[in-house]
């Protein structure tokens, strides 16, 4: 069998070591221009829904948005109905970081999908939607704590 998982992962890697680099300038590291664009993308989104959205655990969550927070990049503000809950916005700052770091986006969708065909990259987008389903279960399982057959 091929090592699929080990091309994504370098693949997810690369393009990671890019966008901290890119982004260094904007004082943006560790991936937290993740964090930033869905939030840009889903104002008022609760920390819980983020951390699901991203495949990622709480507490990974709330350091991230905590520095976030602390770099003015976002905003947590007390949601109307229940003061329990924090829905996160993001700031000017973080608001104006946005187009640039959806550029770079566009830009290494550009860089990764040179030389192919629209029907190439339609296969690869079916391809990768399915390995994300496959992997979205099994990370539900886990989260779960449901025992794994190796």
Not at 33 to 50: A, S, T
Not at 121 to 126: A, K, R, S, Y
Request: with cysteine; net charge positive; proline share 2%.
């Amino acid at each position: 069998m091929k090592e699929i998982l080990s091309e994504i992962g370098m693949i997810a890697r690369a393009l990671d070591s890019i966008s901290n680099i890119e982004f260094k300038e904007h004082d943006l590291t560790k991936g937290q221009y993740l964090y930033l664009v869905r939030i840009c993308e889903n104002p008022g989104i609760i920390q819980e829904k983020l951390a699901e959205m991203l495949k990622v655990n709480r507490t990974t969550a709330a350091r991230a948005i905590k520095r976030l927070e602390m770099n003015g990049f976002l905003e947590k503000k007390e949601d109307w109905d229940n003061k329990k809950i924090r829905k996160l916005y993001p700031t000017v700052k973080g608001a104006y970081v946005y187009p640039f770091i959806k550029k770079e986006n566009v830009y290494s969708n550009h860089v990764a999908l040179d030389g192919f065909s629209k029907s190439e990259v339609e296969t690869i987008h079916n391809l990768i939607q399915r390995v994300q389903k496959n992997i979205v279960i099994e990370w539900e399982n886990v989260r779960n704590r449901e025992q794994k057959n190796y």
